[in-house]
């Protein structure tokens, strides 16, 4: 609908969809997690009952289910419960009563919102008011002496290149030779590297730090770089991470100063042991320039998801065969079992489930015909319960046959009658 103003035109929407609290981005693992969804009609009312919520957890297609009512114009979305390997998206669609469909995100399904399944994990942060035993090592290169080794303190007041303040207003950081406003790195090269820091059990990992870089100043300017490596094995070997410089037309190109966050996933980037560690090394080995770094507000977190042990449900009670109820068939019937999801059910011609054999599996229900069983024979039956945690043991044992003997006029009544009824069951089945 369009609506003329002035000389302005304004659109109004049919529907318009909001989630209040935004789409969760992490999912807690075995556990539905809900969110608020608000639809707000315009041009057009919602449909009754058109409101739903689609989603897939394995990139295959969407199922849907509705939202719930929660007061005027408010709905309440359940994702189902994730399990820590699953991949879960989605979105909310709500119809209007002109026949418009809109959703959230807008473009769905082509567009959706994605979640993680499992809970954030810090396993290191460091503004580096304390110390947490950062390691500084030097490399001089000869050809002078060499200046800048990184250290931990409050920048100092007037700096030609390096920062003035930290960069998240803690007070210290780690920067090169702040030891006055125009000392910096001269002659070789400066490493700082962190403590070991574990991180296995994270299903992924991510790193951030604020640094600062400058090598634009001085006799032979953007000729120098900062490296950024990780390593997975306390330092034995190292992977780069990031180059910052040396020229503006680098990749990282921040090489005139300032605090830059950086993020980083360490997804195939390194192995998840308990000796990640990190170093950031900067250097001034050629024609000496003003060259300045600095770290701070270094924090590595990830990702954490245990699966909930699942147990197996308990056996089934209440299992019975049928005994000459049925000259085709022996039907088996059981108690419905808490936490089950199907059912197994075994058979043996001796009371003997050690060597019985499972005759079905996945039985959704609570009954089962045997249209295997023979006429003369006895059989002996189990049942098991199951679940994603697995099956119960064996269910008492009930013994079943096909037999001459039932009701075969379906007159509630075993009598001579029944044979003109066996008569008609033996032409069905002639092998009775």
């Given at each position: 609908?369009?609506?003329?103003?002035?000389?302005?035109?304004?659109?109004?929407?049919?529907?318009?969809?909001?989630?209040?609290?935004?789409?969760?981005?992490?999912?807690?693992?075995?556990?539905?997690?809900?969110?608020?969804?608000?639809?707000?009609?315009?041009?057009?009312?919602?449909?009754?009952?058109?409101?739903?919520?689609?989603?897939?957890?394995?990139?295959?297609?969407?199922?849907?289910?509705?939202?719930?009512?929660?007061?005027?114009?408010?709905?309440?979305?359940?994702?189902?419960?994730?399990?820590?390997?699953?991949?879960?998206?989605?979105?909310?669609?709500?119809?209007?009563?002109?026949?418009?469909?809109?959703?959230?995100?807008?473009?769905?399904?082509?567009?959706?919102?994605?979640?993680?399944?499992?809970?954030?994990?810090?396993?290191?942060?460091?503004?580096?008011?304390?110390?947490?035993?950062?390691?500084?090592?030097?490399?001089?290169?000869?050809?002078?002496?060499?200046?800048?080794?990184?250290?931990?303190?409050?920048?100092?007041?007037?700096?030609?290149?390096?920062?003035?303040?930290?960069?998240?207003?803690?007070?210290?950081?780690?920067?090169?030779?702040?030891?006055?406003?125009?000392?910096?790195?001269?002659?070789?090269?400066?490493?700082?590297?962190?403590?070991?820091?574990?991180?296995?059990?994270?299903?992924?990992?991510?790193?951030?730090?604020?640094?600062?870089?400058?090598?634009?100043?001085?006799?032979?300017?953007?000729?120098?770089?900062?490296?950024?490596?990780?390593?997975?094995?306390?330092?034995?070997?190292?992977?780069?991470?990031?180059?910052?410089?040396?020229?503006?037309?680098?990749?990282?190109?921040?090489?005139?100063?300032?605090?830059?966050?950086?993020?980083?996933?360490?997804?195939?980037?390194?192995?998840?042991?308990?000796?990640?560690?990190?170093?950031?090394?900067?250097?001034?080995?050629?024609?000496?320039?003003?060259?300045?770094?600095?770290?701070?507000?270094?924090?590595?977190?990830?990702?954490?998801?245990?699966?909930?042990?699942?147990?197996?449900?308990?056996?089934?009670?209440?299992?019975?065969?049928?005994?000459?109820?049925?000259?085709?068939?022996?039907?088996?019937?059981?108690?419905?079992v808490v936490d089950a999801t199907d059912y197994e059910v075994w058979r043996n011609t001796t009371d003997d489930s050690g060597s019985a054999t499972s005759l079905q599996i996945g039985i959704a229900g609570q009954s089962y015909d045997d249209n295997t069983a023979a006429y003369g024979s006895t059989y002996y039956y189990w049942v098991k319960a199951c679940n994603a945690g697995g099956c119960s043991p064996f269910s008492l044992s009930d013994s079943g046959d096909i037999s001459l003997t039932g009701d075969f006029t379906g007159d509630g009544l075993i009598?001579?009658?029944?044979?003109?009824?066996?008569?008609?069951?033996?032409?069905?089945?002639?092998?009775?």
């Amino acid at each position: 609908m369009l609506i003329a103003t002035g000389d302005v035109v304004a659109t109004i929407a049919p529907l318009t969809i909001s989630l209040p609290g935004g789409a969760p981005a992490n999912l807690v693992s075995g556990s539905p997690t809900n969110f608020n969804v608000t639809i707000t009609p315009g041009s057009e009312t919602l449909v009754p009952g058109s409101a739903h919520l689609f989603y897939s957890y394995d990139g295959g297609a969407f199922q849907s289910v509705p939202l719930s009512p929660s007061g005027g114009d408010n709905y309440v979305a359940t994702l189902p419960a994730a399990l820590c390997d699953d991949t879960p998206r989605f979105y909310v669609t709500a119809a209007g009563n002109l026949g418009a469909s809109v959703s959230s995100p807008p473009g769905a399904p082509a567009n959706f919102y994605q979640a993680m399944v499992g809970t954030m994990s810090v396993r290191f942060t460091d503004n580096f008011q304390t110390n947490q035993l950062w390691t500084v090592s030097d490399t001089p290169s000869g050809g002078g002496a060499f200046t800048g080794t990184w250290q931990r303190g409050v920048p100092v007041a007037g700096a030609t290149a390096a920062p003035t303040t930290d960069a998240d207003g803690s007070g210290q950081c780690y920067l090169t030779d702040n030891s006055s406003p125009t000392a910096d790195i001269d002659n070789g090269l400066t490493t700082l590297a962190s403590p070991a820091i574990n991180i296995t059990g994270l299903t992924t990992a991510e790193m951030s730090y604020a640094r600062w870089y400058s090598n634009s100043t001085g006799a032979a300017p953007q000729a120098d770089t900062l490296h950024v490596h990780v390593s997975d094995n306390n330092g034995l070997s190292w992977v780069l991470l990031e180059t910052v410089g040396p020229t503006t037309s680098s990749p990282n190109p921040e090489v005139s100063g300032g605090w830059f966050t950086k993020t980083y996933s360490l997804n195939g980037v390194i192995a998840f042991t308990n000796q990640f560690r990190v170093r950031f090394s900067a250097d001034d080995a050629a024609t000496q320039s003003f060259v300045e770094a600095a770290i701070d507000a270094v924090v590595v977190r990830g990702l954490e998801c245990d699966d909930p042990v699942i147990t197996p449900p308990a056996a089934p009670t209440g299992v019975s065969a049928s005994n000459g109820e049925d000259c085709a068939n022996i039907t088996i019937n059981w108690n419905s079992v808490v936490d089950a999801t199907d059912y197994e059910v075994w058979r043996n011609t001796t009371d003997d489930s050690g060597s019985a054999t499972s005759l079905q599996i996945g039985i959704a229900g609570q009954s089962y015909d045997d249209n295997t069983a023979a006429y003369g024979s006895t059989y002996y039956y189990w049942v098991k319960a199951c679940n994603a945690g697995g099956c119960s043991p064996f269910s008492l044992s009930d013994s079943g046959d096909i037999s001459l003997t039932g009701d075969f006029t379906g007159d509630g009544l075993i009598d001579g009658a029944d044979v003109h009824g066996f008569a008609d069951a033996h032409l069905a089945f002639p092998a009775l």
